[in-house]
C-alpha cells in the first residue's frame, strides 16, 4: 500500500519558515520525481517545485529564491524548506509522486500552511 504522508504545515507570520515532509512508503522511493505542488483557496492547483532521481530541482518562479527542495532517498523522505514565506503562500501543500516513464503517480493527503500578515 502507498503511503505519502506530508507535516510540517502551520500558522507563521510573514518573512518566517517552514519545513515541510513527505515521507514516503510502498514505493521505490527512489526512482520517482517528487513533487510539491499548492492549492490556495479559489484557485488551481499549482507545481511549486520538483526534484528527480538525479536530485535535478525545478520551481515555480513565485518561489525561486526562496524555497529549497530537496531529498533523502535513505529515509524515503522529500522536503520543501520554505523561508521568506508572504501571505500569498498559504494554501494546502501537496506531495505528488510520479514516475516516468513507465508510471505510477500518487499523492499526499496535504498539509496546510498559513502566512499571516
Known amino acids: 500500500q502507498v503511503q505519502l504522508v506530508e507535516s510540517g504545515g502551520g500558522l507563521v507570520q510573514a518573512g518566517g519558515s517552514l519545513r515541510l515532509s513527505c515521507a514516503a512508503s510502498?514505493?521505490?522511493?527512489?526512482?520517482?520525481?517528487m513533487n510539491w505542488y499548492r492549492q490556495a483557496p479559489g484557485k488551481q492547483r499549482e507545481l511549486v517545485a520538483s526534484?528527480?532521481?538525479?536530485?535535478?530541482?525545478n520551481y515555480a518562479d513565485s518561489v525561486k529564491g526562496r524555497f529549497t527542495i530537496s531529498r533523502d532517498n535513505a529515509k524515503n523522505t522529500a522536503y520543501l524548506q520554505m523561508n521568506s514565506l508572504k501571505p500569498e503562500d498559504t494554501a494546502v501543500y501537496y506531495c505528488?509522486?510520479?514516475?516516468?516513464?513507465?508510471?505510477?503517480?500518487?499523492w499526499g493527503q496535504g498539509t496546510q500552511v498559513t502566512v499571516s500578515s
Open positions: 526534484i528527480s532521481p538525479t536530485r535535478s530541482t
Open positions: 505528488y509522486a510520479i514516475r516516468v516513464p513507465s508510471g505510477g503517480r500518487y
Open positions: 510502498g514505493i521505490a522511493f527512489s526512482l520517482y520525481t
